[in-house]
């Protein structure tokens, strides 16, 4: 909220488990009281980092822990079904709705196996249900679409490699593929763009895309002025054998 209010918005922060149907169902309800509508629900959704080192990637389905696998699915799928069905009565009383389901990977992409079939289901689920409720928004002048940011410098990531947002390039040395790397701003400014587009039903409903798709697009960049693809990166590069390096898609 601090973040959005530097920013020039007004934001407000409202704690909620989006796996508790009384306390979403309590802040669409507040949403409507103090605001009166809802023009855009970003179903950003997840925290189950924490599980996948450890019990999830690099074994197989019924080596890991049911309890993990079913808490994979809870976080990535049931909020998002949750979240999306108790505040889409509001949305759609907007002129023209606007529903982004944030996940991992484009539907290209994620053609690939995601190495655990729970965090396939999770990561490939947000994507299904943008292309479903495209379908129902449709009639509503709505639109519903599935993101994915690139190789993102969140909080947890920045922790993971014991650097900054001012110091993140030093990641690289651990991990070359990091210098595509992006600011959560640049998923935020791509939606943002995608968002002011008055033809945006058109152009993306039912669709999965990226931040670095958007931002080529809108002509959104990045806080320091790169406009980062990683997804075109690891298609072309990494899993493609092109020649180039992560530097040649910033």
Same mark, same amino acid.
């Given at each position: 909220?601090?973040?959005?209010?530097?920013?020039?918005?007004?934001?407000?922060?409202v704690?909620?488990?989006?796996?508790?149907?009384?306390?979403?169902?309590?802040?669409?309800?507040r949403?409507?009281?103090?605001?009166?509508?809802l023009?855009?629900?970003?179903?950003?959704?997840?925290?189950?980092?924490?599980?996948?080192?450890?019990?999830?990637?690099?074994?197989?389905?019924?080596?890991?822990?049911?309890?993990?696998?079913?808490?994979i699915?809870?976080?990535?799928?049931?909020?998002?079904?949750?979240?999306?069905?108790l505040?889409?009565?509001?949305?759609?009383?907007?002129?023209?709705?606007l529903l982004?389901?944030?996940?991992?990977?484009?539907?290209v992409?994620?053609?690939?196996?995601?190495?655990?079939?729970?965090?396939?289901?999770?990561?490939?689920?947000?994507?299904?249900?943008?292309?479903?409720? /495209? #379908?129902?928004?449709?009639? +509503? @002048?709505? &639109?519903? =679409?599935?993101?994915?940011?690139?190789?993102?410098?969140?909080?947890?990531?920045?922790?993971?490699?014991?650097?900054?947002e001012?110091?993140?390039?030093?990641?690289?040395?651990?991990?070359?593929?990091?210098?595509?790397a992006?600011?959560?701003?640049y998923?935020?400014?791509?939606?943002?763009?995608?968002?002011?587009?008055?033809?945006?039903?058109?152009?993306?409903?039912?669709?999965?895309?990226s931040? /670095? #798709?958007?931002?080529?697009? +809108? @002509?959104? &960049?990045? =806080?320091?002025?790169?406009?980062?693809?990683?997804?075109?990166?690891?298609?072309?590069?990494?899993?493609?054998?092109?020649?180039?390096?992560?530097?040649?898609?910033?």
């Open positions: 909220a601090e973040l959005v209010t530097a920013a020039g918005g007004t934001g407000i922060a704690p909620t488990d989006h796996l508790d149907q009384d306390r979403v169902r309590a802040l669409v309800e949403i409507d009281r103090e605001q009166g509508r023009d855009i629900l970003v179903n950003d959704l997840w925290g189950g980092e924490h599980l996948l080192a450890g019990s999830v990637f690099g074994k197989k389905s019924w080596e890991t822990p049911l309890a993990d696998g079913l808490r699915l809870e976080l990535g799928v049931r909020s998002h079904v949750i979240t999306a069905a505040a889409l009565p509001l949305l759609v009383r907007a002129q023209a709705p982004v389901e944030v996940t991992d990977g484009t539907a992409f994620n053609r690939r196996y995601r190495q655990n079939l729970y965090y396939d289901l999770a990561k490939n689920a947000p994507i299904r249900i943008a292309f479903g409720l /495209g #379908e129902e928004l449709a009639e +509503y @002048g709505g &639109t519903a =679409v599935a993101v994915t940011p690139g190789y993102l410098r969140s909080e947890q990531m920045l922790g993971h490699f014991g650097v900054t001012e110091t993140w390039r030093d990641a690289i040395a651990r991990d070359p593929h990091f210098a595509v992006e600011s959560p701003s998923l935020a400014r791509a939606v943002a763009a995608l968002a002011a587009d008055p033809d945006r039903a058109a152009r993306w409903n039912g669709r999965s895309t931040s /670095g #798709e958007l931002a080529k697009v +809108y @002509g959104v &960049t990045d =806080v320091d002025g790169s406009r980062p693809d990683a997804m075109a990166y690891f298609e072309d590069v990494v899993f493609g054998g092109k020649p180039g390096s992560a530097d040649d898609y910033r």
